[in-house]
């Protein structure tokens, strides 16, 4: 049980972070050569709410994997610190 809650965090660090590098270093510069500039809008303007609705996805396993850990096992630092950022990532 406790193994793959710790396989759900690092799942949605994956995610979390696997979604930022995606979107910054691969589709926005090909988007940003290909399309015009009012049809990169367009696009962006699409494609933004399932990025953040993805980004809100991987916070909320976070926290919750964070949570249940520190009911499973016991609540120490690390795990304040961790619960704490993603708190503040579901916040922004």
């Known amino acids: 049980m406790v193994s ?3 396989y759900l965090f ?3 660090v994956a995610v ?9 270093f ?14 990169f809008g367009v696009v962006v303007r699409r494609l933004f709410p ?6 809100m996805g ?4 976070g926290i919750a994997s964070v949570l249940v850990l520190g009911i499973l096992q ?3 630092v690390t795990r304040l610190l961790a619960a704490s950022i993603w708190l503040s ?4």
Request: no cysteine.
């Open 50 to 55: 399932a990025y953040y609705a993805v980004g």
């Open 26 to 39: 691969v589709v926005a510069p090909i988007l940003a050569k290909a399309l015009e500039r009012e049809s």
């Open 10 to 12: 690092l799942l949605a």
């Open 16 to 24: 979390l972070i696997g979604k930022v590098v995606l979107l910054s």
């Open 89 to 92: 990532g579901l916040s922004i």
């Open 74 to 76: 016991e609540t120490n």
């Open 4 to 6: 793959s809650i710790e």
């Open 58 to 61: 991987a916070a909320a396993a």
